[in-house]
């Protein structure tokens, strides 16, 4: 049951990304990318080292992307052949190649610029995690050693939630998702109470 539900969450992670270019003009991409880096400054405040990682990451795992989609590009999109034709609806949609290569290009850059963001809170994502673990496992023997029994629809419960979360972090790295930094770590501290729910009253079969 759970491995249906993950293939659905995987399906929406892979095709939202691909569905985006045209739902979301470069502009609005733009602009969502603009304001998570004016976030991250403002969070973490070393605007130097953060452009320094940013620029790296891109270059050296993303830069590839851009190649591909301008090849796309230019062999794709004759608007300059409707420039001066009058014909407005032949230009607009001459214009897609294009448009899809610029908002493709600026997914990547929101990529890199989001994993960046993830790799400053470093090890701040990992201990609520970890916590929330050891906090399941002496839940769950404190519930052995005094005879209650673990409640499974708790951890069915806690189990899709996690899966969810999981689902939603993954989307906000590969898609411009309009979501507050802030919202970032507060998800990991919610992780980690399901975490703990989740282990404590696993079933016992």
Request: glycine share 6%.
């Amino acid at each position: 049951m759970i491995g249906k539900h993950f293939l659905i969450w995987l399906m929406i992670m892979f095709f939202t990304p691909l569905v985006l270019p045209m739902l979301l003009s470069p502009q609005t991409i733009s602009t969502h990318i603009q304001r998570d880096y004016q976030e991250a400054v403002a969070t973490f405040g070393n605007k130097g080292a953060l452009d320094h990682e940013l620029i790296a990451f891109y270059r050296d795992n993303l830069a590839l992307i851009a190649k591909v989609v301008n090849e796309f590009r230019d062999k794709g999109d004759d608007s300059d052949k409707f420039r001066r034709s009058g014909d407005h609806i032949g230009e607009a949609i001459a214009d897609i190649p294009g448009d899809w290569a610029a908002s493709v290009k600026l997914q990547a850059y929101n990529l890199a610029l989001r994993i960046v963001i993830i790799s400053q809170y470093g090890i701040w994502f990992l201990a609520p995690i970890a916590m929330g673990f050891v906090a399941g496992l002496l839940g769950r023997r404190l519930k052995a050693e005094t005879f209650s029994p673990p409640f499974p629809p708790l951890y069915n419960t806690s189990a899709h939630m996690l899966l969810a979360l999981g689902g939603f972090l993954i989307l906000w790295l590969v898609c411009p998702l309009p979501i507050p930094l802030s919202i970032i770590p507060t998800a990991f501290i919610f992780a980690s109470i399901l975490i703990s729910l989740a282990v404590t009253h696993y079933p016992n079969y």
